[in-house]
């Protein structure tokens, strides 16, 4: 059975401090996603990591995948207010390309 | 339309009441996805469709669950006797070749409360 631990759970930041979410995965995957979900919202597509070493950067954050390790990590670079959302992080199993597993989420705070 | 819609937003449900939740994906789009989101947890996995036809119901928690896509497009997850446990967030989402893709997008969701 596949496993995705988030950590950690919960996040505070001060607006203009630097933070890393990790996502850490049990089995072997193809591909590995970060979403953002806005409260109340549907979750939004941020990064997709298809290989090992891959990193993405969109503003803010960027995003990387080991596979060796089977970790990613999630980079907030100079926080802003705008960036308080939670953030998942999913994994498809190798073979099984439609049904991905999802972490608990990271309930990130950015506070002025 | 322009994105995956969902209806209705929110339902109410008395336990033991039979509701049935509707997913319009993407036009044009082949796959279609339903996951359930309890409160303060990431989603998890209830079936998946290519087409018509349903390729994974592993994810269904109960026989009391029941989805299905007649002619490849809309779909309608249906959930009878409802049970408190049962309440969550349904989200839907499609995409536009088989599988889970870069160009999978997610609907608004379902907020169901047995009471």
């Known amino acids: 059975e596949l496993k995705v631990e988030q950590n950690p759970l919960f996040l505070s930041m001060q607006e203009g401090k630097n933070y890393t979410i990790y996502c850490n995965y049990s089995t072997t995957s193809d591909r590995l ?9 549907s979750l939004e597509s941020l990064f997709v990591l298809l290989s090992n070493g891959a990193v993405k950067q969109e503003g803010r954050l960027m995003a990387s995948l080991d596979t060796k390790a089977r970790l990613s990590t999630l980079h907030i670079t ?26 608990k989420g990271t309930l990130l705070t950015v506070n002025p | 339309g322009a994105g995956v819609s ?20 993407i036009s044009g789009h082949v796959s279609l996805f339903w996951y359930q989101q309890a409160l303060g ?3 998890e996995f209830l079936t998946y469709f290519q ?3 349903q390729l ?28 408190q446990e049962d309440s969550a967030v349904y989200l839907c989402a499609s995409s536009l070749a088989g599988g889970w893709s870069t160009e999978a997008f997610f609907g608004q969701g379902t907020r169901l409360t047995v009471v």
């Open chain 1, 33 to 41: 996603y970060w979403y953002r979900q806005d409260p109340g919202k």
């Open chain 1, 78 to 103: 100079a926080a802003v207010h705008d960036l308080s959302a939670t953030y998942f992080c999913a994994v498809d199993m190798r073979g099984s390309n439609y049904k991905l597993t999802f972490g």
């Open chain 2, 56 to 83: 994974d119901k592993s994810g269904l928690p109960s026989d009391r669950f029941f989805a299905e896509r007649p002619e490849g497009s809309v779909s309608t997850l249906k959930i009878q006797r409802t049970q």
């Open chain 2, 41 to 43: 947890q990431g989603p």
């Open chain 2, 6 to 25: 969902q209806s209705p937003r929110y339902k109410v449900a008395k336990r033991g009441q039979d509701v049935a939740l509707r997913c319009d994906p």
């Open chain 2, 51 to 53: 087409n018509e036809a």
